[in-house]
């Protein structure tokens, strides 16, 4: 809303020099104006004329109600991005990934400079780094944190602007990458054989229903429904910090998917060699109220969980998940020899030439 101004509340600029005693010392003139309250704010300048633009701007944003404090913009990035973080309203596991990307890209490089001294440059210097490092998804996921930060700073009156949604800045996106190559049956079928014997189902379920890893970890027996050929999709596993929970599956969306024939068959194959194994893990959250279900692939959501072997796509074997402590010792050897034999299945395939 307008401020009404007095010719009292018109801003000036005023020759320090004529004291005699700081003539000559520091900058010489000083723009002087008013804020909304009519407090008295200035600011030395080495000329007349920036004293005089100066003032004249500053008394210009009072009058359309644009006014932001030069001081205000001295606070650092750090304590303003610590603020949007707790300000964020996301799930857990969402937000671990915006912590982990503000400590990692965001706060070594921008965490101690003052908010109002961030430059669009310097943004799009940082994202063409980051995305040379680290590809594209990491500087679309930070880049989303530094804008939210900047976002804040702007409603906090900090800043009038954020150099984030500068036309310079070239928006990154994630998953730009080439066309995607589906598997043919026999890759399909040669990195299911690299599976031990009570993990196959895993690459059964996700190649006959489209599961995501998550999802087909978190299958259980009453979820099936063998009559009408349907597989219902109504949680994953999530891995928050060290500990693992149950969640909705991706975008918060149940489904129910088709279930082949020879999908079914597999799983009924699965049932009479393996027992199923009752879960119960906590909901979206560690604290969360404990949700059970009848795992139908008991030795593959005990491996997979227990090891992080297949969530991690063969990667750390030391990751576990506490809650399934009486299979740990029985499956740690198992997911080395499962990455070993998928990693020589995928060679012979052409997808990979690392030995």
């Known amino acids: 809303m307008p401020v009404l101004r007095t010719k ?23 723009a002087v104006w008013h804020e909304q309250d009519g407090a008295e704010r200035s600011k030395a300048c080495r000329t007349q004329a920036e004293a005089d633009r100066l003032w004249a701007a500053m008394e210009t944003d009072v009058a359309r109600g644009e006014y932001i404090d030069p001081r205000a913009g001295r606070e650092l990035l ?30 070594p490089v921008f965490g101690r400079r003052q908010v109002r001294a961030i430059r669009p440059s310097q943004v799009q210097a940082w994202l063409a780094a980051l995305a040379g490092k680290f590809g594209p998804s990491t500087a679309a996921g930070a880049f989303l944190v530094l804008q939210g930060i900047l976002s804040l700073a702007v409603a906090d ?15 990154p996106r994630a998953g730009l990458g080439g066309e995607i190559q589906p598997w043919s049956d026999i890759q399909v079928a040669a990195v299911t054989d690299a599976h031990p014997e009570h ?28 009559d009408e ?20 599956p991706k975008n918060d969306h149940e489904r129910d998917v088709p279930l082949p024939e020879w999908a079914a068959a597999a799983i009924r194959a699965h049932l009479s060699a393996h027992a199923t194994w009752p879960c119960t893990l906590p909901w979206e959250k560690t604290s969360g109220v404990p949700q059970p279900a009848t795992c139908c692939c008991s030795g593959l959501t005990a491996a997979s969980c227990a090891t992080g072997a297949t969530a991690s796509r063969y990667g750390n074997p030391r990751s576990r998940l506490p809650e399934l402590s009486p299979y740990r010792r029985r499956t740690h050897a198992a997911a080395d020899g499962t990455r070993r034999r998928a990693r020589k299945a995928a060679i012979r395939c052409g997808t990979t030439t690392r030995a």
């Open 229 to 248: 050929g349907v597989l219902h999709i109504g949680r994953q596993l999530k891995k928050l910090g060290s500990r693992h929970v149950y969640a909705l």
């Open 8 to 30: 009292a509340d018109v801003g000036f600029s005023k020759d320090l020099w004529k004291d005699p005693k700081r003539r000559g010392r520091g900058k010489r003139w000083l």
């Open 157 to 171: 009156e900090l800043i009038k602007r954020s150099p984030a949604d500068s036309p310079i800045v070239d928006k």
């Open 78 to 107: 750090g304590p303003v991005g610590k603020r949007w973080l707790a300000s964020r309203t996301v799930d857990p596991s969402t937000a671990i990934r915006y912590e982990s990307l503000f400590r990692l890209h965001v706060e």
């Open 199 to 226: 993990l196959r189902l895993l690459p059964e379920l996700m190649t006959s229903c489209g599961l995501r890893v998550a999802e087909a970890m978190a299958v259980a027996i009453e979820d099936v429904d063998f």
